[in-house]
């Protein structure tokens, strides 16, 4: 009843345009420290949650992210108050037209019943506009600050210029040592480390941080190639085939495969431990598995490994969803969604990767 009270309470602050899913979390955090995502694991369960709410319903616009409201009889004289306030005069135009749109897209829903919810809601009335006001006191978390989705296209991107880079400023490499893995490690590479993707591929990739791949792609890989520009790597794969429902046994004979691979090409890796997968933190199935996979990477002596799945956990050995995107994306190498770390997760991982890569290089020399 808490939490549905001071949910409440942010949506009636943003009586005028309504609130995004993003929105109420980051208000929510703001307000009380905590994050919802810890208990709702994904955000399609605290969508589920909101329309539950009494008083809360929800609109989808043509275009545009989902909008949520509140209204009832504790909160209505509030709502009357906010809306009721003048805009200031020196408003940006073009922010004003756009939170008229979402006010007429939100009356048209409202009449025609295109809306969430169980409850009764009469406003506004007649399909009137209300006038938008400006909140000059925090900019970041206002609605108006969302994308135009309706207006301009994307500026499209200019191509990068590979004239003059040759292969090793390409990859991605942490203390002489190069990286190999999927879209973790690729998205750690290409926005931490500077690493630009290679030119012409469908499936995005720089160097051996290739999205969707998987031990048995990366074995292959590594046979394949002609020739190493470092002559030390550091490995973190494995994801991808627990993603894709691999029985553990294969993957584990497919990464003894891999570390051999390396051997015979006079490589010994340094393996890492897999972070936890962030939108199935639910599934005990899948958390077993990773936890399986990562005791085994542990135990394989005589291999050098590296555990980064502590840069996830709390003390509590709970998984840490501040350290991930808000919410799980399609990546170019595979058809199952992925939730990558943001950017307190990278600087987590390579934190932990330069820490345990600098003793390993100082023990080698």
């Known amino acids: 009843q808490r939490v549905n009270e001071e949910i409440k309470s942010i949506l ?40 539950r709410i009494p008083g809360v319903v929800s609109i989808e616009p043509i275009q545009g992210p989902i909008l949520w409201y509140c209204e009832d009889e504790h909160t209505r004289h509030i709502t009357d108050m906010i809306e009721k306030q003048k805009p200031p005069r020196n408003t940006n135009k073009l922010h004003q ?24 809601w009469r406003r506004p009335a007649g399909g009137r506009v209300t006038k938008w006001r400006q909140n000059n006191n925090n ?8 994308n135009n989705y309706r207006r301009y296209p994307p500026t499209p ?4 210029n ?42 995005l990739q720089t160097g051996f941080c290739i999205s ?22 550091v490995v973190n794969v494995g994801s991808v085939d627990i993603l894709h429902g691999h029985d553990l046994i294969d993957i584990c004979d497919d990464y003894i495969g891999l570390v051999k691979a390396f051997n015979s090409r006079g490589i010994n890796p340094i393996c890492t431990t897999l ?10 199935i899948i958390t077993q598995k990773v936890t399986k996979f990562n005791e085994f990477i542990r135990h394989q002596y005589p291999w050098n490994h590296l555990d980064i799945s502590p840069s996830f956990l709390n003390a509590k050995k709970q998984i840490m969803f ?34 345990g890569l600098e003793a390993f290089y100082i023990n080698q020399n």
């Open 322 to 355: 501040e350290c991930y995107q808000p919410e799980p994306k399609s990546v170019s190498g595979s058809n199952k969604p992925h939730l990558l770390w943001n950017k307190l997760g990278r600087q987590r991982v390579l934190k932990s990767l330069k820490q």
């Open 157 to 160: 991107k200019q191509p990068y």
């Open 12 to 51: 009636v602050t943003r009586s005028n345009l309504g609130a995004t899913i993003q929105e109420i979390l980051s208000d929510y955090e703001e307000l009380n420290g905590n994050n919802l995502l810890h208990y709702f694991c994904q955000l399609q369960n605290f969508q589920e949650y909101l329309k």
């Open 275 to 284: 972070a936890p997968l962030g939108n199935y933190g639910h599934s005990e």
């Open 162 to 203: 590979y004239k003059n880079q040759n292969m090793e400023e390409k990859r991605a490499a942490v203390r002489k040592f190069e990286m190999l893995g999927d879209d973790f490690f690729l998205s750690l590479a290409k926005l931490e480390l500077g690493s630009s993707f290679t030119k012409n591929k469908r499936v």
């Open 97 to 120: 037209e756009q939170a008229m749109r979402s006010q007429f897209y939100y009356s048209n829903n409202h009449q025609s019943g295109n809306f969430y919810s169980n409850n009764s």
């Open 139 to 146: 900019n970041r978390h206002t609605p108006y600050n969302r």
């Open 212 to 233: 969707g791949l998987t031990v048995a792609e990366a074995k292959e890989r590594v046979l394949a190639a002609k020739e190493f520009n470092f002559t030390d790597f």
